[in-house]
């Protein structure tokens, strides 16, 4: 199996020095957002092997005014450092047409974030932040529950699980989506 690197991504080829790790990835489209995740998640399987993968949610925007999302997670083992690994997946957002000019909440082709990599707690380039802070949404913690329900978040000591039960949007019915 190649290791397909987006040709965006210069820093991405970097030799691995962290063995097999697991990443856990939140995944989000509002723009044409069925093709986008389901490009993703191909460019996933092809450059890491097995993904384990959420259902797909559709969630309204969060933070501005915009089309439904479509959000989904997914679980990787990954050869790559946290900061390759966050390289790697801006690049794919690159290729599906990402636009980073505009305000910070806004349309996206494709959004891929790293939540969670093992037991870290770190920041770096990139709006790089491991736990992600967006953890607190439903969007990214309800498919997070889902398939990673006994993970430990760092820093709060709670599962996936146990966050998602305490969570304010825990009855309100998220919509599946066959994507």
Partial sequence: MGASVPSSCRRCTAPARWGSTRAYLSLGSNLDPARHLRGAIDALHRRFGTVVLSPVYRTRAVGFDGSDFLNAAAVIETDLAPQALNDWLH???????????????????????VVLFDDLVLGGPGNLRIPRPE??????????????????????GRTLAALWDAHAERDAGLEIVRI
């Fill in 91 to 113: 690049a794919l957002e690159d290729e599906h047409g990402r636009d980073r000019s505009g305000p910070r909440f806004g349309d996206r082709t494709l959004d891929i974030d």
């Fill in 135 to 156: 953890l607190k949404h439903a969007f990214v913690l309800r498919p997070l529950a889902d398939i990673a329900p006994d993970v430990i978040v760092p820093g709060d």
